[in-house]
Nanobody, 124 residues
């Protein structure tokens, strides 16, 4: 069993930056691939970024490529999402997810555990 708690969301102006954190507890974090997903009002949840168990492989949605960076610190049981050059369309609730696999996936059903999410609002 894995518990995930996100933090770092908030209100930011367009062009600004935020760093989200997700702390995992209850299991061996280093065994799980991790992902970040987001859900905007009235829209389905979508994949944002993923990182392999070792941290050696990452992947991004086209909409965030070049602006967002996912990373992890297995010693701190934490995965991060650095978000730069934020746009109003990045406004959403951001969730982290853990998968009992070495490889991340862009598919929601392939994740085993989910956090409650943190709100990110990009507005002037």
């Amino acid at each position: 069993q894995v518990q995930l708690v996100e933090s770092g969301g908030g209100l930011v102006q367009p062009g600004g930056s935020l760093r989200l954190s997700c702390v995992a507890s209850g299991s061996i974090f280093s065994r799980n691939a991790m992902g970040w997903f987001r859900q905007a009002p009235g829209k389905e949840r979508e994949f944002v970024a993923g990182i392999s168990r070792s941290g050696g492989t990452t992947g991004y949605a086209d909409s965030v490529k070049g602006r967002f960076t996912i990373s992890r610190d297995n010693a701190k049981n934490t995965v991060y999402l650095q978000m730069n050059s934020l746009k109003p369309e990045d406004t959403a609730i951001y969730h982290c997810a853990a998968r009992e696999s070495s490889i991340y996936s862009a598919s929601e059903p392939r994740y085993d555990y989910w956090g409650q999410g943190t709100q990110v609002t990009v507005s002037s």
